[in-house]
Each structure stands twice: as structure tokens, then as C-alpha cells.
């Protein structure tokens, strides 16, 4: 069975400071790749997404991710973070297991913006 | 567009009792799923819907739960006997097709008293 895996459950970081949280799945086939973000009080809403081609994905809020295949990874980054990027980040992954169907969720991570 | 949604927002109920959980999903969208959000174990898929096929039920974690999807549109998730564990939020998404960009709502959070 495919799993996702998010190494940090927890980051704090200060306003300007970068960020990167890490994914890696464990299928070794065509996946496609998500990252989704749940604000405070509200549902979860897509960030970005990769299907194929560029690797380098650019999401909204200028957040993007880097598959890499080699590695199983889909990082994602920002070079500048806000205060109102708190909110929890999930990684998921639909790949073969699935028929490329229903989505397979890391365990989230919690980032807390310091202003 | 009008969004995912799913109703109640809340829901508190007593060890045994049964509960129906409702989604209505975005409009147009053939596929509909069920995931379950708690502490500890993350989000977990339940169910998936694609139009008139048979619906995937692979995620459900006991025959106390069971879904329909009413006319290609409406889903109700159904838990019978309900136990503490079954506490959860439980979410409902969509999208246009199978392997696509699926689509949240706002979630029901059951508590099980």
C-alpha cells in the first residue's frame, strides 16, 4: 500500500523566514502529487498539485514544490513566510493502488508564524 | 460556485445510537468521497462514488458504516452503534471526475459520547 510521509508534525517559524516541509511517498510508480493547506477554523483547501511535466510546481499564495522522482519526494517551499501561512499542510498522494482515485494523506504539519 | 457542503457542522451523540451524515457536492461533479479526519491517525479515506459504478468501500473500517449516493448527487454517510472511537471530524469532497482535483468540505465533526 502507498504512504505518505511528512518528517515534521510540528514547525515555528518568524515572519521573512523561509520555508521548507518535507514529503516522500512510498510508491515507486506514476503518482500524481498534492498539497493541500487547512487555514484556522476552515476546510482544507488545495495549494498546489502535480500531474506531470515541470517539476517545479507553483501553488497560490506563493508556495511551490519540487517533485523529485529519485527521491520519492515532493518538498514544498516558500522564500518568505506570513503570519497568515499558519495553518496545517498536508501532503497526498493518488497513485495505481487507488486507480489513481481516492487520495493518501501524510499526518499533516502544524506551521506557527511568529509576526 | 456554490462549494462542498455537508451537514451538520456538529454532531453529539450518545454510544450506540446511529448517526446520518449528509454532503452535497459541488454541482456537475461525478465523483464524491468520504474521509475521516482524528487525532492520531490523520486523514483516512472511507468511500469513493463514480457516477453509477459501484462504489469503492474499501476504506470503511467496520460494517457499522455504510453510504449511498442518491441520484448521482446527495451522499449520506450512515455509522450505526455508534462507539467513542467513531469520534471524528468527517469530510466530504468532490471532483469533476475520478483523478482529478478533489474538492473539501467543510467537514461534520461527530462526538460520541
Known amino acids: 500500500a502507498q504512504s505518505v510521509s511528512q518528517h515534521n508534525h510540528h514547525v515555528i517559524l518568524s515572519e521573512a523566514a523561509s520555508l521548507e516541509l518535507g514529503c516522500n511517498y512510498s510508491?515507486?510508480?506514476?503518482?500524481?502529487l498534492f498539497w493541500y493547506v487547512q487555514y484556522p477554523g476552515q476546510h482544507l483547501q488545495l495549494l498546489l498539485k502535480?500531474?506531470?511535466?515541470?517539476?517545479l510546481v507553483k501553488g497560490i499564495k506563493g508556495f511551490e514544490a519540487e517533485f523529485i522522482k529519485s527521491k520519492f519526494s515532493f518538498n514544498l517551499r516558500k522564500p518568505s513566510v506570513q503570519w497568515s501561512d499558519t495553518a496545517e499542510y498536508f501532503c497526498?498522494?493518488?497513485?495505481?493502488?487507488?486507480?489513481?482515485?481516492?487520495?493518501?494523506f501524510g499526518k499533516g504539519t502544524m506551521l506557527l508564524v511568529s509576526p | 460556485g456554490a462549494g462542498v457542503s455537508q451537514s451538520p457542522s456538529n454532531k453529539v451523540t450518545e454510544k450506540g445510537k446511529d448517526v446520518e451524515l449528509r454532503c452535497d457536492p459541488i454541482s456537475g461533479h461525478t465523483a464524491l468521497y468520504w474521509y475521516r479526519q482524528s487525532l492520531g491517525q490523520g486523514l483516512e479515506f472511507l468511500i469513493y462514488f463514480q457516477g453509477n459504478s459501484a462504489p469503492d468501500k474499501s476504506g470503511l473500517p467496520s460494517d457499522r458504516f455504510s453510504a449511498e449516493r442518491t441520484g448521482g448527487s446527495v451522499s449520506t454517510l450512515t455509522i450505526q452503534r455508534t462507539q467513542q472511537e467513531d469520534s471524528a471530524v468527517y469530510l466530504c469532497?468532490?471532483?469533476?471526475?475520478?483523478?482529478?482535483?478533489?474538492?473539501f468540505g467543510p467537514g461534520t465533526r461527530l462526538t460520541v459520547l
Open positions: 469532497a468532490s471532483s469533476s471526475r475520478g483523478a482529478d482535483t478533489q474538492y
Open positions: 510508491y515507486g510508480g506514476t503518482v500524481n
Open positions: 497526498a498522494v493518488m497513485g495505481p493502488n487507488s486507480g489513481y482515485s481516492t487520495l493518501t
Open positions: 502535480y500531474f506531470s511535466g515541470d517539476p
